[in-house]
T-cell receptor, first 113, second 114 residues
Framework: ETGVTQSPTHLIKTRGQQVTLRCSSQ?????VSWYQQALGQGPQFIFQYYREEENGRGNFPPRFSGLQFPNYSSELNVNALELDDSALYLC????????????FGPGTRLTVL | GESVGLHLPTLSVQEGDNSIINCAYSNSASDYFIWYKQESGKGPQFIID?????DKRQGQRVTVLLNKTVKHLSLQIAATQPGDSAVYFCAEMSASGGSYIPTFGRGTSLIVHP
């Protein structure tokens, strides 16, 4: 196991609702990234946080937002959920933003009805 | 936009065979490349990486080859085992604002038959 944990494991929401997903980074890691993985696809980069600041963002709308806390745990918030938001949401942590090896959590499976 | 893709969505092999998984990339400015293995119900797991100034790198039972001329990457798994069954992704890492941002391909499903 990587030491990265995510909660909840599964979640069902309806269109228009808001959701918060949580990630606990591996000890000593100050950088966390979030990804969206649709069924049968590779992970798509959402954004990255380093020392509580967003320092990289993929092609996702502003309704996808995040937070990183002083203990380097992190949240992903999605507002105004759409059906296409149904996916596996992965977080990954690493020692620093310029290091290569990142460790993924098991993901949160979000279903939007 | 730039993208990373895979040639074969599914690869079936017999236990003990060697497996080769291919990947094409389009961003010639990418600094390095990573192969990940993702088992069902788990997040991607780092296998091996290779810098853009290298053309080959070996790990335990795995070898990654990089051909920058044709923008092609491959992962070779020697003596494939049933435990190697998973989806394999290549990802290209591009520098952006002091950080490395990954772009993943779609993935190849490797099925190893005992």
């Amino acid at each position: 196991e990587t030491g990265v944990t995510q909660s909840p494991t599964h979640l069902i929401k309806t269109r228009g609702q808001q959701v918060t997903l949580r990630c606990s980074s591996q000890s000593g890691h100050n950088t966390v990234s979030w990804y969206q993985q649709a069924l049968g696809q590779g992970p798509q980069f959402i954004f990255q946080y380093y020392r509580e600041e967003e320092n990289g963002r993929g092609n996702f709308p502003p309704r996808f937002s995040g937070l990183q806390f002083p203990n380097y745990s992190s949240e992903l918030n999605v507002n105004a959920l759409e059906l296409d938001d149904s996916a596996l949401y992965l977080c990954a942590s690493r020692v620093g933003p310029s290091t290569d090896t990142q460790y993924f959590g098991p993901g949160t499976r979000l279903t939007v009805l | 936009g730039e993208s990373v893709g895979l040639h074969l969505p599914t690869l079936s092999v017999q236990e003990g065979d060697n497996s080769i998984i291919n990947c094409a990339y389009s961003n010639s400015a990418s600094d390095y490349f990573i192969w990940y293995k993702q088992e069902s119900g788990k997040g991607p797991q780092f296998i091996i990486d290779i810098r853009s100034n290298m053309d080959k790198r070996q790990g335990q039972r795995v070898t990654v080859l990089l051909n920058k001329t044709v923008k092609h990457l491959s992962l070779q798994i020697a003596a494939t085992q049933p435990g190697d069954s998973a989806v394999y992704f290549c990802a290209e890492m591009s520098a952006s604002g002091g950080s490395y941002i990954p772009t993943f391909g779609r993935g190849t499903s490797l099925i190893v038959h005992p």
